[in-house]
Structures are given as C-alpha cells and as structure tokens.
C-alpha cells in the first residue's frame, strides 16, 4: 500500500499543477499546425491585379494547379518550424515567454489590447508576443515573392504582419495593385499562421 501512495501523490501533484479551473492550459506551445491557406498570385490586368485564374483539372477542382504553384513559389521561402521554440506561461497577472528562436525569456506583466497579447518591457513599453486569448494564441508571418523594381531580380522579404495586394504591389515598385495592368506583373505572398495551444 505504502508504494502505491508513493505512486499515487506525485501523480496527483502533477495533474493539480497541470490543469486549471477552466480547462485551459496556461501553457502555449506550438501546435505543429499552421494554417497556410492564405496563399495568393496577383497578375496584372486592365483596371488593375487580379488573383490568378488556376485551371480546373479533370474533377473541376482546382487544387492541383494551386499546390503545384505553391509548391514552386513558396516551399522553398516559407519556414513550417518559425515558431517551434516559442512559448508562453500564464501565472496569474504574469506571463514566462521565450521567443521564437529560445534565445531570450521574459518574465513580466501581460495584457490583452484588441485580441494581441503584449508584455511590459522595461517596466513601461509593451512587447507584443501573439494575437488571439488565453485559450488560443497565433503568430503571423507573411512572405512575399515579387520582381525588385530596383534589381530586377526574383525577391523575397518577410513580415511580421498580414500581406494584402496593395502592400506587396507596393514591395513590388508600384503604387498599389490598381497600377498592375501589365499581365506581367506578378506578386504572390502567403499569409501563414502559426497556432499555439
């Protein structure tokens, strides 16, 4: 009996560190899960950008022309790992957070200002961490392919914000994506989102 309670206490003491009154773990890790949906090709066309017609194949669907672009555009530039390091602990009025690459930890006071999560840096400036609540938290990383209108050349930038047509077109050297009416003139970006629970 004696070693079935030394057993039985560290297991409860676990699980009572573990969970919370409402179900929610206070701790986010990175779910190997990102939603990478928001994929997008502009082409230039009279009046301005367009999303690019894809072909339907034999069922009608156009899945296997939009994978293979994707495939070719974005494989090799988007990171599925970005955020594998990342973690926040809620602990009453703080959080423990450890940034994407687990270089740096803060632990600080948090709070929620229009569905982003920020932590007090230096005792005044907030850092944002993640959008979302204390059930489900995401970061966005956008990637944007495009001609450099000073090189020439195939570029590719980062962000750390949601892309739209008019920002890339702008990346891109136009004005926005109304001056695009060349059909070739391409910009693509993909919006990924990356989930912790």
Request: one cysteine or more; proline letters at 5%; a neutral charge.
């Amino acid at each position: 009996m004696k070693k079935l309670l030394y057993f039985i206490f560290p297991v409860m003491v676990a699980f009572a560190a573990c969970g919370s009154d409402d179900g929610i773990s206070p701790l986010k890790r990175w779910t190997g899960t990102n939603d990478i949906s928001d994929f997008q090709v502009y082409i230039g066309a009279t009046g301005g950008a367009i999303p690019i017609p894809y072909p339907p194949d034999t069922t009608g669907s156009i899945d296997s022309a939009r994978n293979a672009l994707y495939t070719r555009k974005m494989n090799s530039v988007y990171n599925v790992n970005l955020f594998r390091e990342m973690s926040v602990y809620f602990n009453e009025d703080k959080i423990t957070y450890v940034d994407s690459l687990g270089y740096y930890k803060i632990v600080s006071n948090y709070h929620f200002k229009d569905d982003s999560l920020f932590v007090l840096k230096g005792g005044n400036k907030d850092l944002f961490i993640a959008m979302g609540n204390m059930d489900t938290l995401y970061r966005i990383k956008g990637y944007a392919r495009y001609i450099s209108p000073k090189t020439g050349n195939d570029t590719i930038s980062y962000h750390d914000f949601p892309l739209t047509p008019d920002i890339v077109a702008k990346l891109a050297g136009f004005p926005g994506a109304a001056a695009m009416e060349s059909d070739n003139d391409t910009i693509v970006w993909l919006n990924a989102k990356y989930i912790f629970k």
